[in-house]
Structure formats: C-alpha cells, structure tokens
C-alpha cells in the first residue's frame, strides 16, 4: 500500500490494524559518469514499492533529498545542511507519530545520511527524556544494502570493484527498474580510488569522475533484478521484527 496513493480515511482504518510505515530515504546527487542523479533514492524506493506489491506494508512518500554536501561539485547534486536534515526528518517522524504511527522505519540509500538519521533519532528520544515521559513510537533506520541476505548477494556478484560509492549493486537496482536510462562510458581506472570524505571541493579533486572505489561497468539489470527481488521479500519480516 503506497500512502501517496491512498486516501486520509483508507490510511486512518488501516491504523486501526497496523501502526507501522516504511519511509524510502536518499539522496539526489551525482553518481560517477553513468549513475543516475537520483540512483539514493531510487534504490530504496524500488525496492519498498516492489515488496508493497507482495506482503502487506504501508510505503510513504520518499524522503529523496539528504545530506550530500560533498557531491555540491557536481551538477545536479543537491543537499541540505546536516541541520535542516536533522530537523526534517524530525518532522515527518512527529507528522506520522501524532496521527498514531508507533514503528516509522526509513529504508535508507546514501551512507552520508546516517549520522544525521541517527541523530534526528536522537533529538525525538531526547524530547520524551527530559519531558520524563515515554517515547510512544519507535524509530529504525536500515541501509537497503544491509537488509538481510543482500550483502552477501552484491559480494557476491561483485568480488572485486564494488566500492562505497556509484556502486555496481545500486546502478544495477536502477537499470533494472529503468531500463530505458542505462548508460555506458569508459571508465579510466576501471577501478576508482578511495579515501576519505570532506567538502566538496575536496570531493571532486580526488575523484574527478565521482566514483569511489567502483567499477559501475559491472552492473547489468539482471544483477539489479537479482537484488532487488531479494531486499523485497525480506523487507517485511525486516520490519515486523527487532523493535
Ligand atoms: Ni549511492
């Protein structure tokens, strides 16, 4: 069930059954010389739309910009300050909780999202602390990458040249959900560097083509296929278990 697709009333009888909602969470910015600008949150998002097709879980809207000043190099890329993503993502949290959501679970896309998802955690179980009270709703964050079964899966297909960013794994979750936007280059190395990451400046001058320790040539849509039909069924039993 997609929330955006549904009407107040249909979601207010659905909360007298179940309380829980999963929130596709990403980034839009660039993803090395072939990866689409939206590659963060389009993984997350195909994959909880392809597990509402099959098992019985609400998908809300995606949260589809983050925190990725150090792609600002690049165009396209767009951001929000580790701040405002904190307070945002607070306020989707308290929107939902109000109306009586109790388990709000963000599917993420973007490593660079994590502290501020961990901390926005942090300031709403703050908020209960110091008013003395309890917290009334859960919050959990999982990296579709970590859903169960999926790691293994990308090693797996991708021993070697995998890296942290313009993965082969995420190009390929987006090839196959749009196979009409697969793109093709050179890649020199075939190998991106590694490192670490600062301000975006920074960023562009030590991986001038965007990638970080990938060779997106890898990816295919049926790679992507492969993935994505894992991450969908085990995203319910995600979800139900571990509050
Ligand atoms: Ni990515």
Redesign the pocket.
């Known amino acids: 069930m997609l929330l955006h697709l549904s009407t107040w009333a249909e979601i207010e009888a659905r909360l007298a059954a179940d309380r829980s909602i999963v929130i596709p969470i ?2 839009n ?1 660039q ?1 090395g010389p072939t ?1 689409l600008l939206g ?2 949150w389009l ?1 997350p998002e195909i994959i909880a739309h392809e597990a509402q097709k099959t098992h019985d879980i609400l998908v809300g809207p995606t949260f589809n910009i983050g925190m990725a000043q150090h792609h600002l190099g690049f165009p396209g890329s767009i951001s929000l300050r580790p701040s405002t993503f904190i307070a945002a993502i607070g306020d989707w949290a308290r929107s939902l909780a109000v109306q009586g959501f109790q388990r709000i679970y963000f599917l993420n ?3 660079g999202n994590i502290a501020s998802i961990e901390a926005a955690f942090s300031e709403i179980y703050a908020e209960a602390s110091f008013a003395g009270r309890a917290r009334g709703y859960a919050l959990r964050l999982r990296n579709w990458w970590e859903l169960p079964g999926v790691q293994a899966l990308c090693a797996r297909l991708y021993p070697q040249g995998h890296g942290s ?3 082969p794994s ?1 190009i390929a979750v987006t090839q196959w959900a749009y196979p009409g936007e697969v793109r093709t280059a050179s890649y020199a190395p075939q190998i991106a560097p590694s490192g670490p990451v600062r301000e975006a400046a920074d960023f562009r001058a030590r991986y001038p083509d965007g990638r970080m320790g990938s060779d997106p040539a890898q990816a295919s849509p049926a790679a992507g296929g492969e993935i994505v039909a894992l991450a969908a069924r085990v995203l319910a039993d995600d979800l139900a278990a571990g509050w």
Do not use: V
Request: proline share 0%; hydrophobic share 5%.
């Open positions: 990403g980034s910015e993803h990866g590659t963060d993984c896309g973007h490593g960013h313009a993965t995420e």
